[in-house]
T-cell receptor
């Protein structure tokens, strides 16, 4: 068990809708990352937060947004959903957000857009 | 830009035989290299990393990896494979001055045959 908790495990919704994915990092970790995993794109980095502040941005669409709260949990908001947004969304955390720190991944939220 | 190549989508090996999962990378500056493993319906788990120092890095579950700067490779190895090692393996790279986060390879499915 990595200590990273993601909810919900599964989400099925329709095109055009909005969903929120939630992540609680491992105890003591200050940095949270969001990744998208799909068969055609592989693992894509979306965004990173450190102690509540955005630190790095990757291939995150404008329809997507995220934040990290004072208690360090994070939420990823996906809006105007399209069929192509169907994927496994992972949250990961690390102790200090440094490039040499290993990431600890949650078990993911599987999003299906119909 | 940084990139990772895992040239083999699938590797099959008999239980008890040595295994190798290949990874080559491209990065500006000194690389930070990682191996992660993903079991079905789970998040990625950190196996080992190379930051600096000895080119042979030992990690979890008996795995090791050899950093080769001239060949820009970081192959994952294990002297004696177990059926329970069957999983999806990802190589990832970043570097010390990176504002970008880990770039992952496309993954290699390892199957250990009993």
């Amino acid at each position: 068990d990595s200590g990273v908790t993601q909810t919900p495990k599964h989400l099925i919704t329709a095109t055009g809708q909005r969903v929120t994915l939630r992540c609680s990092p491992r105890s003591g970790d200050l940095s949270v990352y969001w990744y998208q995993q799909s068969l055609d794109q592989g693992l894509q980095f979306l965004i990173q937060y450190y102690n509540g502040e955005e630190r790095a941005k990757g291939n995150i669409l404008e329809r997507f947004s995220a934040q990290q709260f004072p208690d360090l949990h994070s939420e990823l908001n996906l809006s105007s959903l399209e069929l192509g947004d169907s994927a496994l969304y992972f949250c990961a955390s690390s102790v200090d957000g440094a490039p040499d720190s290993p990431l600890h991944f949650g078990n993911g939220t599987r999003l299906t857009v119909t | 830009a940084q990139s990772v190549a895992q040239p083999e989508d699938q590797v099959n090996v008999a239980e008890g035989n040595p295994l190798t999962v290949k990874c080559t990378y491209s990065v500006s500056g000194n690389p930070y290299l990682f191996w992660y493993v993903q079991y079905p319906n789970r998040g990625l788990q950190f196996l080992l990393k190379y930051i600096t120092g000895d080119n042979l890095v030992k990690g979890s579950y008996g795995f090791e990896a050899e950093f080769n700067k001239s060949q820009t490779s970081f192959h994952l190895k294990k002297p004696s494979a177990l059926v329970s090692d069957s999983a999806l393996y990802f190589c990832a790279v970043t570097h010390s001055g990176s504002a970008r986060q880990l770039t992952f390879g496309s993954g290699t499915q390892l199957t250990v045959l009993p």
